[in-house]
């Protein structure tokens, strides 16, 4: 199935979801708007299973998006703790370099070398318990975790795999 498939299918489930758990995932009643962040999980979720295709909307979009983010994570590591000593303010460009190249080097190996091949551990079970437990960890919010769990479940759904790994 092509992402707007994966998309609408993902956007149903979630519609569905919020008439029958409204307080896992419209913390606010009154508030409709208040579910727009988790409709954006889920569909970057029910799109993030085909990371593994070259081709994939998922894939292009880690591609164009991703480098820039490692790069101001590196910046956000490192000058953080900013003072206003030349010295100590050299040392962490160096540190931000030495971040920025070590993450974009590692982003290169995945997508050119360590990429798996379609349709296999991306698309299973494994991978959807991984995520959600990935999730969870960073968030520990249940209703960012369940969205991430719908779609990701979406795509497993729309797709009919549902292996283990």
Do not use: C
Not at 122 to 134: I, N, R
């Amino acid at each position: 199935m092509n992402y707007p498939g994966h998309l609408f299918v993902a956007v149903l489930l979630f519609l569905l979801a919020v008439l029958l758990f409204p307080t896992i995932f419209q913390p606010d009643p009154l508030e409709v708007l208040s579910t727009l962040p988790l409709l954006l999980v889920v569909v970057f979720s029910a799109i993030l299973p085909d990371i593994d295709h070259p081709q994939s909307k998922a894939s292009s979009l880690l591609e164009r998006f991703f480098p820039p983010l490692i790069v101001l994570l590196a910046a956000a590591l490192v000058f953080s703790p900013l003072h206003l000593s030349p010295e100590f303010f050299l040392a962490r460009i160096y540190v931000f370099l030495l971040y920025s190249l070590a993450g974009l080097g590692l982003f290169f190996l995945f997508t050119r070398y360590l990429r798996p091949s379609h349709r296999t551990i991306t698309l299973s079970l494994l991978a959807l318990l991984g995520y959600t437990l990935f999730i969870f960890s960073v968030t520990t919010n249940l209703s960012l975790t369940a969205a991430a769990f719908l779609g990701y479940f979406s795509h497993l759904l729309a797709d009919r795999h549902f292996r283990l790994f």
